[in-house]
């Protein structure tokens, strides 16, 4: 019997191949995105945990110097020998064939077990590695660029592109240096340890953060990047959800003779279970394969958004992690089950012997519009909570999911309401008919159109923050670079000398001299500035008290960015250690906290501190002349001096870099969009015969019915567009004002952008009607027969 | 892999399944010194380090007595591993050192392990004043080894404890040349049997007073096992007569040992006896991290007319070291009664 | 009024093609009721869906009010449809979307023949006057199909072709459904032509014929 049974469901698909593969395709596809987005995501994560664990960024307490002066061996071995258990750090930059690494000295007899980073150290290995001229580990991609070296590599997947992980003894040969950049606390430390501050007052305990800074700072990312493979998997399973309800609704007479047949209900609910399980597998299978091109073509530009926007190295190959992959079959399944659970309760309150004539997707189509606005009344009434009252990324995005399902709820009872003005207006049989067949259409098509309603609003949405974002960035790039020409110096030697050749070559040298420290536990700069017209004309502050740049310069506070101004809570006034907070500044695309000191008083407070980089104004003199002089006179490597455009170039390119994965998941989104739409259409259109045979035997041709199936499109997708823009500049505003200044640290002002809305909502109605356009002409080529059989057929 | 298991397989521990799986180490001495017979030492250079030679360590144990007569055992142990011969600068030493360090109680085992690099004053020996340190682990004193403090601590037990010499020195096989296989492997090897140790063992933050008798083990050499070796079963027993029995099986593929002791009568003299002289059997068995190691025995040297059953303090006295050894306290009955240390290696998991 | 001439028509099937209509030839007279007879699957269905123009004929011509269908486009042969002929099928017949009263005066609208008044009394002929703002699903089959005929009717059409109105109803409504249909048609000086597998329905019309084998046996 169960086999039977399944057989006779399974036939089914064999004759209908088109919604097999729509069901399929449209699981797939949202597989495909979460996955995608999973997978990029786990190969990020892995990636900070990678280099936490090399480096101890956060899993494990650091002891560093005070104010990250660098330590020397004997304070190493000092803390050993009182029984602090730490493993040195090195770490520097070293330029190899032309291309700049970051190399890592680590030591590793004492490096922590869990901070085991050069793992696939062979048995025979270690005598290698830490042997006068011992193995470099390196990306497997590095490896063919470093292969002409003197010095002995080994392909470890293990590390981050870019990188280098040497013995201690080795790195410090390379860097030039004896000293230890830092040391690594093991979590175990021996009974009877006495106080750092006993042993060396010079050094600092830094706690472990658990997850790394830069896990935390690039948490925000994350969650975006979660948020919308959401979107767009719930854009999927509303085409998985059709071709669900479709299939049922067309196997009601097959269930209905098997019930007759003695098949019982809970074993045809079983097997219906076991079929729906059995695609999802599949689909799952196929979004994740799918998935994973999805990623790995995404990946290099998330991993260089990561690395230009929080300086965190991500690998830009990919691994098949069960992490996601897993996620992405669950979700399948999930999603099949969310999708198929209303065509289950609806077979299950089918009675055995109930009419076999497919009816209309909801009879009560006006109730169940009402219910969906009351819950969507209610979801506006908790996001108008999380507005008041919620706070932090979490809250953000709380607040975003409300808005979203409130309005995509809230479409049919709105679109209903719509076309029933249509239906009012209407003058004529025939668009009497249309507005109220298109009302009929609307419960078979509400799905797809609020999958519409999300990926438009989305796109708006986003496109608002990302436009808005472009306009303030390369606005304060232009305040930012004012100096023409940026002079880097290796040495404070070579910086006297440049710098004096320079002297009355050209109108000013601002130093731009700086020291990494950490406030509240996170990473953040002190920048000392000259009292110069360059910054008191550029920098627009958002807010400060009356002479601002005066009391700076007389040592009377500092300037904090905005970041750390609302990270740590710093509004003008406040004060930070000793120092008043005299100005806050805008500083877009910077993942750490700032604060600048007068020139005077930065030189007072870090004596040891000299300026190796410089911003020259040329003033009158032409900015080249100036370079090719200087390069010339002292024989400077071209990156010595660079130009004020080269810099501008470079942030607008990390920038564009940044924003072109949010570009591809809102193109993708809305492709969805358009197949479900495509999906709906074709959906409805096998069951549009009953309702179009009659109108057409009373005269109206195939060709006017079909050209009237285009126009419903179009229209439902202008009306549908039309409810998107309020919600998507909705949505952008949340985006710009709640969860930016959350996942950043800075609130951008909102533009708008109406040209590109109408671009959109074109390209939209383009989108429905290419959908609509295979149906309709389907339907314009329908064979008399068909529409005749409708008549005659006991369906 | 981890670099720790990475030290230890180039260490002298006996996992010889692995160190016989590092192509060489178990016969080639590869540029390394190799014992030679006759040795004649000098003290205390012979106390410093012989950078020379692959493998060295510094190894003591102590039965130990608290105030309400319970037993505890104390084990510090200094190993010393060379990647080449000789020694050279900072890091770039080819000097590695690991300490361990344990204390066993009746009912309980505390171990711990430390790992350092030569060349840069992490851990290391001189001779003169004898000091021998890794990271806060010391055993220093007089040169002559007559009165010595020692200390450990790990994240839960720590000890502080003084030594005072009672008898000399005692030079193991022929003269301090020691074979350990009939194919001739050896290494030099002297013992301090006689040790008065007193001070306190701090378990979980309660300091405990102690007193007992800790015997001293030097050993170096290059080539620290043979391919058909095993692993090995070491006794090192004070009877209350005041002699004392050191005596080791190595245990060969097909079940075959070689068998060493050395026999030190109550003052000091020691008669050294070739294979198949001392004899052990294991009498009961263990089960510890999915092994199955002997924790009672059967000890006899029939020429001496030791016949005694050697029983384990504590079953559980199994080091959690990188590479895993059973090490502990134990208790001599039967022609003899005293008490003493038991170390057995290659007991492999499966 | 309706000249029907050696009418053929086949269909493709698996086992090569069927000829369903075999030269059929009839006419018809202004007014007149004519009962079409014939075994299940001898074609009825088929020649009445030619004559309505929902499907074209292998060979043969139909000519109607003096005009010959056969040379009609798709275009004409749907203007025929909403101009001079009702169709009325067994079921199915009414828009789901539109009410009853939209239902009714539908046809009559796209014919441009929109007469309330007439509408209303046809309403209320086929005694459903009540339910003229419900929606045909909630209508019973005997009320569908007098909404059906009623809206027919409502166009004024030349010819009413029903291919067995009453086939799923029981006696007793397909008498009332029969009368209502001969009754309002005859008001309208309307002709029928109406399939039926029942000869007592038959005998109620003004001609019987009978199809068999593709062809008319009279
Ligand atoms: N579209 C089609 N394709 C193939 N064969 C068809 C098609 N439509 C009808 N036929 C065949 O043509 C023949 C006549 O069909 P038709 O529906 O005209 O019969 P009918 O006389 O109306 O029968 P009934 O009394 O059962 O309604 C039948 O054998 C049928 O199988
Ligand atoms: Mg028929």
Redesign the pocket.
């Known amino acids: 019997m169960t086999v039977a049974g399944l057989q006779a469901l399974l036939s089914h698909w064999r004759r209908n191949p088109w919604q097999l593969f729509t069901m399929i395709a449209g699981l797939a596809m949202a597989t495909a995105l979460w996955s995608g987005v999973q997978a990029i995501n786990a190969e990020a994560r892995a990636s900070y945990d990678r280099a936490a664990n090399a480096l101890g960024q956060g899993q494990y307490a650091q002891i560093v110097g005070r104010d990250s002066a660098p330590l020397d061996q004997a304070q190493y071995i000092s803390l050993r020998r009182a029984g602090w258990l730490v493993s040195p750090i090195v770490e520097g930059e070293l330029d190899l064939e032309g291309e700049r690494f970051r190399l890592t000295g680590i030591e590793p007899l004492t490096l922590p077990r869990g901070a085991d980073a050069p793992a696939p150290l062979e048995l025979s290995a270690l005598a290698g590695f830490i042997a006068p001229n011992g193995e470099i580990l390196v990306h497997p991609d590095d490896a063919g660029t470093l292969a002409n070296t003197d010095h002995s590599f080994r392909p470890d997947p293990g590390q981050t592109r870019g990188t280098l992980t040497a013995d201690i003894g080795l790195a410090q040969r390379l860097l030039k240096t004896d000293a230890i950049t830092m040391l690594l606390v093991l979590p175990d430390q021996p009974l009877g340890q006495p106080p750092l501050s006993t042993i060396d007052p010079s050094l600092v305990l830094v706690e472990g953060q658990g997850q790394g800074d830069v896990a935390r700072l690039t948490e925000s990312f994350h969650l975006n990047l979660t948020a919308f493979g959401l979107l767009s998997f719930a854009v999927g399973i509303f085409i998985v959800y059709g071709a669900i309800g479709l299939a049922f609704e067309q196997r009601r007479p097959v269930f209905r003779t098997l019930r007759t047949l003695g098949l019982p209900l809970g074993r045809l609910l079983a097997l219906l279970a076991v079929e729906l399980t059995l695609f999802a597998l599949a689909a799952g299978a196929i979004g994740i394969a799918l998935g994973y091109i999805f990623a790995a073509a995404l990946l290099p530009d998330v991993a260089a958004t990561l690395r230009g926007l929080y300086s965190a190295d991500v690998t830009d190959t990919l691994t098949l992690r069960p992490a996601w992959w897993l996620s992405g079959l669950a979700m399948a399944l999930g999603g099949t089950a969310a999708a198929a659970s209303g065509a289950f309760l609806r077979l299950n309150r089918l009675p055995l012997l109930a009419s076999t004539q497919p009816r209309a997707w909801a009879a009560d189509a006006q109730s169940s519009h009402r219910r969906m606005a009351i819950i969507a009344a209610f979801l506006g009434l908790v996001g108008a909570l999380f507005a008041a009252f919620g706070s932090g990324l979490l809250a953000g995005f709380a607040l975003l999911a409300c808005l979203l399902i409130a309005a995509a709820l809230a479409l049919p009872l709105t679109l209903d309401l719509m076309l029933r003005l249509g239906s009012r207006l209407a003058r004529g049989a025939v668009p009497q008919w249309f507005w109220a067949d298109t009302r009929q259409q609307l419960p078979g098509l509400s799905m797809a159109l609020m999958a519409l309603l999300l990926a438009m609003a989305a796109n708006i949405g986003v496109s608002t923050m990302v436009s808005s974002f472009r306009l303030t960035f390369t606005g304060w790039l232009d305040q930012r670079l004012a100096s023409e020409l940026y002079l880097n110096t290796t040495s404070p030697e070579e910086a006297a000398l440049l710098t004096g050749y320079l002297e009355d070559k050209v109108e000013a040298i601002l130093p731009i001299i700086s020291i990494d420290t950490r406030i509240g536990d996170l990473p953040a700069e002190i920048f000392g500035v000259l009292d110069h017209a360059t910054y008191r004309d550029n920098w627009k502050l958002l807010d400060a008290v009356p002479l601002v740049w005066d009391r700076l310069a007389a040592g009377d506070g500092v300037l904090v960015n905005e970041q750390l101004s609302r990270r740590e809570n710093l509004s003008v006034g406040a004060r930070l250690g000793h120092d008043t907070v005299l100005g806050v500044y805008g500083d877009y695309g910077n993942p750490a906290g700032q604060v600048v000191l007068g020139m005077d008083a930065f030189h007072a407070r870090y004596p040891d501190v000299a300026a190796l980089r410089y911003g020259l104004r040329t003033g009158v003199a032409d900015p080249k002349a100036v370079a090719d002089d200087l390069r010339r006179k002292f024989d400077l490597p071209p990156d010595a001096l660079v130009d004020q455009a080269r810099i501008k170039a470079v942030s607008l390119q990390v920038f564009e870099r940044t924003f072109s994965v949010t570009a591809a998941l809102n193109i993708l989104t809305l492709s969805v969009a358009g197949f479900a739409i495509l999906i709906s259409l074709l959906t409805l259109a096998t069951m549009r015969l009953p309702q179009l045979a009659p109108v057409w035997a009373l005269g109206l041709t195939r060709a006017r019915l079909a050209a009237l199936e285009l126009v419903r499109a179009v229209c439902l997708a202008a009306f549908t567009g039309l409810a998107a823009v309020p919600l998507g500049l909705g949505l952008a505003w949340v985006l710009l004002a709640i969860v930016n200044v959350q996942a950043f640290g800075w609130r951008l002002p909102m533009y708008l952008f109406p040209l590109d809305y109408l671009h959109l909502g074109g390209l939209t109605i383009l989108a429905a009607f290419l959908a609509a356009l295979w149906p309709a002409l389907r339907l314009a080529r329908t064979q008399p027969?068909a529409l005749l059989k409708v008549f005659?057929n006991e369906r | 892999m981890s670099a720790r298991s990475i030290f230890l397989a180039l260490a002298v521990l006996p996992a010889a399944a692995l160190a016989q799986g590092f192509a060489g180490l178990g016969t080639n001495a590869d540029g390394f010194a190799i014992p030679q017979p006759d040795p004649q030492f000098v003290f205390p250079a012979d106390h410093g380090p012989h950078p020379d030679f692959r493998i060295e360590w510094w190894y003591l144990t102590a039965n130990l007595t608290g105030p309400d007569g319970t037993d505890y055992g104390l084990q510090w142990t200094l190993f010393r591993s060379a990647l080449r011969a000789g020694t050279g600068d900072g890091w770039q030493s080819p000097q590695l050192w690991m300490g361990h360090a344990a204390v066993t109680t009746p009912d309980a085992h505390f171990v711990t392990e430390r790992l350092a690099r030569g060349g840069i004053g992490q851990a290391g020996v001189i001779a003169d004043p004898f000091r021998a340190w890794i990271d806060d682990w010391q055993l220093s004193g007089a040169s002559d080894w007559s009165d010595m403090t020692l200390s450990a601590s790990g994240p839960s037990f720590a000890y502080d404890m003084t030594l005072t010499a009672e008898g000399p020195l005692v030079l193991n096989g022929a003269d301090g040349y020691s074979v350990k296989s009939a194919e001739g492997l050896s290494s030099y090897y002297y013992s301090r049997p006689f040790l008065d140790i007193s001070g306190t063992l701090t378990l979980l933050d309660r300091p405990v007073p102690v007193t007992g008798h800790a015997w001293i083990d030097r050993e170096w050499s290059s080539q620290p096992l043979s391919q058909a070796q095993e692993g090995w079963d070491w006794f090192s027993l004070s009877f209350e007569t005041g002699a004392h029995l050191m005596g080791y099986q190595m245990r060969q593929t097909g079940g075959s040992t070689y068998t060493t002791a050395t026999w030190i009568e109550a003052d000091g003299v020691a008669t050294s006896y070739p294979d198949g002289a001392f004899d052990a059997r294991p009498l009961d068995f263990t089960t510890i991290a999915d092994r199955t190691v002997p924790t009672t025995w059967r000890v006899m040297l029939p020429e001496r007319g030791v016949d005694v059953t050697v029983s384990a303090l504590n079953e559980h006295a199994w080091m959690t070291t990188s590479i895993p050894y059973w090490e502990g306290p134990v208790s001599v009955s039967g022609s003899h009664s005293g008490k003493g240390y038991l170390e057995m290696t290659g007991y492999d998991g499966d | 009024m309706l000249q029907v001439e050696n009418l053929t028509k086949s269909?493709a099937?698996a086992d090569g093609r069927?000829q369903?209509l075999d030269g059929v030839s009839f006419g018809m007279e202004r007014g007149e009721t004519l009962a079409l007879t014939?075994e299940?699957?001898?074609?009825?269905?088929?020649l009445l869906h030619l004559i309505g123009g929902l499907d074209r004929p292998d060979s043969g011509q139909i000519s109607l009010n003096e005009k010959k269908m056969t040379g009609l486009d798709d275009r004409g042969r749907s203007a025929l449809r909403r101009g001079t002929v009702g169709i009325i099928f067994q079921q199915f017949n009414l828009i789901p979307s539109l009410t009853v009263a939209a239902n009714i005066a539908f046809h009559a609208r796209l014919a441009g023949r929109h007469d309330p008044d007439w509408v209303e009394r046809l309403t209320d002929r086929i005694g459903l006057t009540d339910q003229r703002d419900k929606y045909p699903e909630a209508l019973s089959g005997g009320q569908q199909q007098r909404v059906a005929i009623a809206r027919t009717l409502a166009a004024r059409p030349k010819l009413v072709l029903a291919d067995?109105p009453t086939g799923n109803l029981d006696e007793d409504n397909a008498e009332i459904i029969l009368m209502l249909l001969l009754e309002t048609a005859r008001e309208a000086g309307t002709s029928v032509l109406m399939?039926t597998?029942s000869l007592n329905l038959a005998a109620r019309l003004g001609r019987r014929l009978h199809l068999s084998h593709g062809r008319i046996s009279a």
Do not use: A, L, Q
């Open positions: 027969d005659s | 269909y099937t069927t369903v014939g299940s699957g001898s074609g009825k269905s088929t067995e399939v597998h």
